[in-house]
T-cell receptor
Framework: DVKVTQSSRYLVKRTGEKVFLECVQDMDHENMFWYRQDPGLGLRLIYFSYDVKMKEKGDIPEGYSVSREKKERFSLILESASTNQTSMYLC???????????FGEGSWLTVV | DQQVKQNSPSLSVQEGRISILNCDYTNSMFDYFLWYKKYPAEGPTFLISISSIKDKNEDGRFTVFLNKSAKHLSLHIVPSQPGDSAVYFCAAKRASGSEKLVFGKGTKLTVNP
């Protein structure tokens, strides 16, 4: 079974703090993704990566950056957290040849 | 510009009856479609998919129908169970591994006992 693990399930951070969300997958997938889910807005893609050290902007990259130093790990960084970044963050991965992406359990971030 | 639309934010059905969730898309280049199910406080889980070379795919109680000319797909759940209560997301992509999925906004299904 595909396993996508997000290290933090629940976080509370202060406005202006730097926040790191970590994600690890164990299926040797080339592609990794970060989404956020908000009520009524569905799943919105923040950033994705097709390979180590490669990254591409998704639909809502503003206020975020990412890092992919190893194939299995994809980190989402909020340089200076703001209250409008309070959300559920979802990491996902897929193989280069596959059409299905697999999600982690999600990380609930509250910025106060 | 929403390329994948789920026009019903919510749906309520009785246990044992059929649930039909609908999804429309605008991009004619999409040729692979998926449904995901999401419980609160959990990540979405893959449910069922269909390629554009088919018009139907069935997996147990779940069937997805694709109407390419109408750019419409639907998910049928028969019979519906209370445990099916969740948010269902429709997603579409071009069937190349490097293409990203485009999601709809989801439909919240409630199955009443």
């Amino acid at each position: 079974d595909v396993k996508v693990t997000q290290s933090s399930r629940y976080l509370v951070k202060r406005t202006g703090e730097k926040v790191f969300l970590e994600c690890v997958q164990d299926m040797d997938h080339e592609n990794m993704f970060w989404y956020r889910q908000d009520p009524g807005l569905g799943l919105r893609l923040i950033y994705f990566s097709y390979d180590v050290k490669m990254k591409e902007k998704g639909d809502i990259p503003e206020g975020y950056s990412v890092s992919r130093e190893k194939k299995e790990r994809f980190s989402l960084i909020l340089e200076s957290a703001s209250t409008n970044q309070t959300s559920m963050y979802l990491c996902a991965s897929s193989s280069q040849a596959g059409n299905t992406i697999y999600f982690g359990e999600g990380s609930w971030l509250t910025v106060v | 510009d929403q390329q994948v639309k789920q026009n019903s934010p919510s749906l309520s059905v009785q246990e044992g009856r059929i649930s039909i969730l609908n999804c429309d898309y605008t991009n004619s280049m999409f040729d692979y479609f998926l449904w995901y199910k999401k419980y609160p406080a959990e990540g979405p889980t893959f449910l069922i998919s269909i390629s554009s070379i088919k018009d139907k795919n069935e997996d147990g109680r779940f069937t997805v129908f694709l109407n390419k000319s109408a750019k419409h797909l639907s998910l049928h759940i028969v019979p519906s169970q209370p445990g099916d209560s969740a948010v269902y997301f429709c997603a579409a992509k071009r069937a190349s591994g490097s293409e990203k999925l485009v999601f709809g906004k989801g439909t919240k299904l409630t199955v009443n006992p």
